[in-house]
């Protein structure tokens, strides 16, 4: 089993910049992928990104490609969300998951992204 924590989310206006961060713990040696997910009001949880754990390959959303960048610190178990340009359409609840091999994601608590136009 992992366990995933995320922190860094807040309120921020439109056009500016936040990290969240999400530490793992537990079962990591068969690590494959980490990514983030997000859930607006109403709407379903949606893909954002994720990373390969073990070459760092990334893949985005088209809704947030350019702005958004994932990376990971293999030594600390934890992966970055750095969102910048946000927009008003980016509030959410961020949800960080990872996905051993041969499993389904795993999910974290979620933080809140408020994103004030």
């Known amino acids: 089993q992992v366990q995933l924590v995320e922190s860094g989310g807040g309120l921020v206006q439109a056009g500016g910049s936040l990290r969240l961060s999400c530490a793992a713990s537990?079962?990591?040696?068969?690590?494959?992928?980490m990514g983030w997910f997000r859930q607006a009001p109403g709407n379903e949880r949606q893909f954002v990104g994720h990373?390969?754990?073990?070459?760092?390959?990334?893949n985005y959303a088209d809704s947030v490609q350019g702005r958004f960048t994932i990376s990971r610190d293999n030594a600390k178990n934890t992966v970055y969300l750095q969102m910048d340009s946000l927009k008003f359409e980016d509030t959410a609840i961020y949800y960080c998951?990872?996905?051993?091999?041969?499993?389904?994601?795993?999910w974290g608590q979620g933080t809140q992204v408020t994103v004030s136009s």
């Open positions: 998951a990872a996905r051993p091999y041969g499993a389904d994601w795993t």
């Open positions: 537990g079962r990591m040696f068969n690590m494959h992928r």
């Open positions: 990373i390969t754990w073990s070459s760092g390959s990334t």
